[in-house]
């Protein structure tokens, strides 16, 4: 539930204004001047609120749920459907709640300030609309679009280019990048860094320059600790509209597509090409110089050692079909359980 102290409500609106907001219909007869002041989950929701239905796993919280509207497949409407409550019709409900969601709750955006406590180099370029909050550091030669803003302590270094519209979280550090439009990275995230590139010799290692960049795509999402190495020589890149969960590492030379899903805890080896589109479960790993298919999907814990072919999911460890693994598990339980009987 939205605690005021923290999420400011921006506005009520009625059933018909959410219908549009969500690009979704309600039901024949359906009072669309009815008002709904917030979203709630299904067992918390009253007769003022919002929710949504997308999982039965959560039918007889649906069922008994007291909200005043709710987003609902027609599908799972049914007979049984929870009187009193004004339908959503979308084949997408979460992705309805989610629209309906920004519109009760958008992001703030502050009147342009720079902090007396910020340190912005007098030959960077700073857009207008900008918010550089106290300890921020803005380094020469840097170029930050319009309606940008650099949280507290967050470091911007030499000639950096961040399109408009971006967000840099707290304490966040980006050098040797090039971001477009729409790019939020969040806090303790490391942009631009050293690669892992070096040569292995018995008599100490030897670091090998990494020259590249980083190439960040318009409406990508950076979690909280994440790393982007940049490039040894060719460039890190990741693709627009990819969304990247905390604490993923994703090291030099790597190629991400465009609309991907990184989950918490990835680990992407140097030179890895990751097509459009794919999915990435939690720790999962990926080794180097490996190329994983468009809309391939690695499940959660996966090491993948081979390339992926396009559309394929994989599980396990090493990393093969999802269905090959299931097989080996089910024959690997029956052995057990003939070794039991004998």
Not at 229 to 237: H, L, N, Q, S, V
């Amino acid at each position: 539930m939205p605690d005021k102290r923290f999420h400011k409500r921006h506005a009520a609106f009625t059933i018909g204004q959410i219908a549009e907001i969500a690009g979704c219909e309600t039901v024949p007869g359906t009072d669309t001047q009815y008002l709904i002041e917030d979203v709630m989950p299904l067992d918390k929701a009253g007769p003022s609120d919002l929710s949504f239905f997308d999982n039965v796993k959560y039918k007889d919280q649906f069922l008994a749920t007291k909200a005043g509207a709710c987003f609902v497949d027609p599908q799972n409407l049914g007979k049984k459907a929870p009187p009193g409550v004004h339908f959503l019709l979308t084949s997408r409900p979460y992705k309805s709640y989610a629209l309906a969601a920004q519109a009760f709750y958008p992001d703030s955006a502050p009147a342009e300030q720079k902090s007396p406590h910020a340190i912005i180099s007098p030959k960077a370029k700073i857009g207008k609309g900008c918010v550089i909050e106290a300890g921020a550091v803005i380094a020469d030669g840097a170029e930050i679009g319009d309606y940008c803003r650099i949280e507290a302590n967050a470091t911007i270094a030499e000639n950096v280019i961040i399109g408009s519209h971006c967000r840099v979280g707290m304490g966040a550090s980006v050098s040797h990048a090039i971001i477009e439009d729409h790019v939020r990275i969040y806090p303790g995230a490391r942009i631009g860094q050293d690669g892992f590139g070096f040569a292995i010799d018995p008599h100490g290692h030897v670091k090998v320059p990494q020259l590249g960049r980083v190439l960040i795509g318009s409406h990508v999402e950076i979690g909280a600790n994440t790393c982007i190495d940049r490039g040894a020589g060719p460039d890190t890149i990741i693709g627009a509209g990819t969304w990247i969960d905390n604490m993923v590492q994703i090291g030099h030379n790597v190629r991400v597509g465009k609309g991907c899903v990184i989950v918490a805890q990835v680990g992407i080896a140097g030179s890895a090409v990751i097509d459009d589109f794919v999915a990435l479960g939690g720790q999962s790993g990926i080794a180097g110089h490996l190329h994983i298919g468009q809309g391939a999907r690695i499940a959660a814990q996966a090491g993948v050692m081979r390339d992926v072919p396009p559309g394929e999911e994989q599980a396990g460890t090493p990393a093969m079909p999802s269905k090959q693994m299931m097989r080996q598990i089910i024959a690997l339980n029956r052995l057990a359980e003939r070794k039991k009987e004998s």
